[in-house]
């Protein structure tokens, strides 16, 4: 099934979105601003990874929360009472396509000072990220260059002015002095080598993880003695092979504990390794279940007889994983009895235990993107699961825009729901901002999500989309002042299909379109004639002008001047993706016909993607074009005037930078335009972009970003006046995509 979209065409750019509000321009001034827009909170998301307590009532948990292809820094604060979500800086990095962020580690070695390590990154590729408390704020801390490709797992300070990082990435150890973080001189190891944790206690320090020695992981222990790091030899249990220390906690320089797993046979087990100021030795861990794989992930020593270890059991490949805790009273190991959040599944990855009687726990709970952060508590006698705020990521985003007058506009799109489907959105515009609108959705299907949306006036509008199940189909909802309604929508019971924009001249005349797809991607075209929609034959190119055996179709924009006259723009891609040329048909009033359109310089891919018609001899369509396919190659707007007898191309106001695309239009008179997409510059990061008509000359408009975004995209633009424009899209803070709305007075 082929989801509906507004940026369908492969070469696009890829977008994200979310909004923080500014503070419109002065009225004197006619200018873009921000506009307050409501997403709806998608399911729960979130990982715990590491806890830390400067005080009793001072304590830090961090991880991170996934949404979509990208994912969010999660930080929760405890003040003696509750745990509480708090907002973190965002590391501005020039990140654009799947780009993410996430802790993994937190220590606080005084009452106002605490360190968090963790990457942010960058289509794959890592970048260390270290954030500083100062007992008030958070703030980024500048990372050593040799790190700059690497994730931070862990960090421990034996002072606020002695901390050390480590990074599984390549053994990389980073050293804080009390002003500035540099990279420690480390010990030469196997490539392929990775560091997990590391303590500090007094001068002496230890690293723990993995050595990647004859394709297999032997254990690897560094020691910092107060002046440079060096290898120390630890012992492997018998026969054991993919060995991994995971964490390790130091009570005192002569009384540490190291805690992972190795494998043997076909089983995980537990590991644990001691320290008594001489040597390291492996300690006899309780069998926790019978026949159980099990890993240790995280250990806390509040002294040097009472320590916990906390990570996970399995009972058998298809049971679930389960907690499991292990306790140290100074002469053996026991397994505590912990409470499991979810029965399905529930990891615990870190603890700090400040004393026998107060320990703290976190980790997730849930499977796949559908996790939640868990957060326990040791009160000396038993475990409890305390309550945990959790992560919502609005994960939404506004596709179309439609404004009747100045003061009302209708926005339609998606959103993840909790269920972790998608389901259709709408916004409506008002006072103070732009608020979310009840919309029904259809019974018995998975998905419904909106893309296209056309307002006559302030109570007479359609939107249109699609439903997902076994097959795709459109969805046409109706407003009729008061509420949102489903209107039957016709299709072929054989294929997906979808609805992509509308355009109606009045209560009684509208057209959607879309793709249809049966043997190859068809064009797809509906008409409103007051009472009922149905379907109208509408060409598609096949085979198409490069002579291809197929052509997939869609169309993307429609706009009618008049009931006798109307646009509908798209793409025609050729077999294997081996080209892409812009689509226009043509209505007049009795048929659809294809309509002789041109394609961008180098033209090899080009799509349109946007059409307004202001009269039916004045029209304009936007888009974008490439010379080459892939995200990398050079993009360019497009944009094309239709003078009532033929399509040419006009000249566009690119930024000059290397991608810049077009994906909606809208014209308030034959003179007066505006045109909204994005422009991802040379770093990948998309910006919105505005490209402006007066006369015939089409310039670049400033319009602002969210701060902290790191992609803002428009999809959609709407002017009920010459004066008055609404922009909708969505953007990005490293955690999922959120509406997007601007305005132009």
């Known amino acids: 099934m082929r989801t509906a979209s507004r940026l369908v065409v492969a070469i696009l750019l890829v977008t994200a979105a979310g909004v923080a509000y500014t503070a419109p321009a002065s009225s004197s001034v006619p200018a873009w601003s921000i506009v307050p827009s409501a997403g709806p909170p998608g399911a729960p998301s979130g990982f715990l990874s590491s806890v830390a307590c400067a005080s009793a009532t001072n304590c830090f948990a961090v991880g991170d929360f996934a949404s979509g292809y990208s994912g969010g820094v999660l930080l929760e604060h405890f003040d003696g009472t509750v745990w509480s979500l708090v907002s973190l800086p965002i590391p501005d990095t020039g990140i654009g396509t799947n780009a993410s962020a996430v802790l993994s580690d937190v220590a606080c070695p005084g009452p106002t000072t605490c360190f968090a390590v963790g990457a942010g990154s960058i289509d794959k590729k890592s970048q260390a990220l270290i954030e500083r408390w100062d007992g008030t704020t958070w703030s980024i801390l500048s990372s050593p260059s040799a790190a700059l490709l690497n994730d931070l797992t862990s960090v421990a300070c034996s002072s606020e002015t002695q901390c050390f990082a480590v990074s599984n990435a390549s053994t990389q150890i980073v050293q804080w002095n009390g002003s500035t973080w540099s990279a420690a001189a480390s010990p030469s190891v196997p490539d392929g080598s990775a560091l997990f944790g590391v303590s500090c206690a007094s001068t002496i320090c230890f690293a723990v993880g993995s050595a990647y020695i004859n394709s297999q992981n032997a254990l690897l222990i560094e020691e910092w003695n107060g002046t440079a790091w060096s290898v120390v030899t630890s012992p492997a249990p018998a026969g054991a092979s993919f060995l ?224 997902g199940g076994s097959l795709g189909k459109p969805l046409i909802e109706r407003w009729n002042g008061k509420t949102w309604s489903i209107t039957p929508s016709p299709s072929d019971a054989r294929y997906d299909s979808y609805l992509t924009a509308v355009s109606c001249t009045s209560v009684k005349n509208c057209f959607a379109v879309g793709a249809l797809d049966a043997s190859t991607l068809e064009t797809f075209v509906e008409r409103w004639n007051g009472s009922k929609w149905s379907v109208v034959p509408s060409p598609s190119r096949r085979p198409s002008p490069n002579f291809e055996t197929e052509g997939v179709n869609s169309l993307q924009g429609v706009s009618c001047a008049t009931a006798t006259s109307c646009f509908a723009v798209g793409g025609d891609t050729g077999y294997n993706a081996n080209f892409n040329e812009t689509l226009v048909l043509r209505w007049n009033g009795s048929k659809w016909t294809i309509v002789k359109s041109p394609n961008g310089p180098g033209g090899k891919y080009s799509t349109l993607s946007g059409v307004s018609c202001p009269s039916a001899t004045n029209c304009y369509a936007v888009g974008n074009s490439s010379a080459a396919p892939g995200l990398t190659a050079p993009l360019h707007s497009l944009i094309e005037h239709w003078n009532g007898t033929a399509w040419t191309r006009v000249t566009s106001a690119d930024p000059g930078t290397r991608r810049n695309a077009l994906s909606s239009v809208s014209c308030a008179s034959a003179t007066s335009c505006v045109a909204v997409g994005g422009d991802s510059g040379t770093s990948g990061r998309n910006s919105t972009l505005v490209e402006n008509l007066s006369g015939t000359t089409w310039s670049t408009v400033p319009s602002p970003n969210p701060a902290g975004a790191v992609d803002a995209f428009f999809h959609a633009v709407s002017c009920p006046s010459a004066v008055t424009c609404f922009a909708v899209g969505d953007f990005d803070q490293f955690s999922a995509p959120r509406p997007l709305v601007e305005q132009y007075s």
């Open 244 to 467: 991994e220390l995971k964490a390790v906690s130091c009570a005192t320089p002569t009384s540490c504990l190291a805690v992972g797993s190795y494998e043997l046979g076909q089983n995980t087990d537990v590991l644990i390794e001691r320290w008594n100021g001489t040597s390291w030795s492996i300690a006899t861990s309780p069998k926790f279940l019978t026949g159980a794989s099990g890993e240790l992930l995280d250990v806390s020593c509040s002294g040097a007889s009472d320590c916990t270890a906390v990570g996970d059991a399995r009972q058998g490949a298809k049971k679930p994983s389960l907690s499991l805790v292990e306790h140290w009273n100074g002469t053996s190991w026991s397994t505590v009895s912990s409470p499991n959040a979810d029965p399905k599944s529930d990891f615990l990855y870190g603890v700090s235990c400040s004393s026998s009687a107060s320990c703290l726990a976190v980790g997730f709970t849930g499977g796949g993107l559908a996790t939640s952060a868990t957060i326990e508590s040791w009160n000396g006698t038993r475990w409890s699961v305390v309550a945990t705020p959790q992560q919502t990521p609005s994960n939404s985003t506004l596709s179309e825009v439609s404004c009747p007058t100045p003061t009302t506009c209708f926005g339609v799109g998606q959103y993840v729901s909790a269920t972790g489907a998608a389901s259709a959105l709408i916004e409506r515009s008002g006072p103070t901002g732009w608020s979310v609108v009840a919309v029904p959705k259809p019974a018995g299907v998975r998905t419904a999500t909106l893309a296209g949306v056309s307002c006559v006036s302030v109570t007479a509008c359609f939107a249109v989309g699609q439903t």
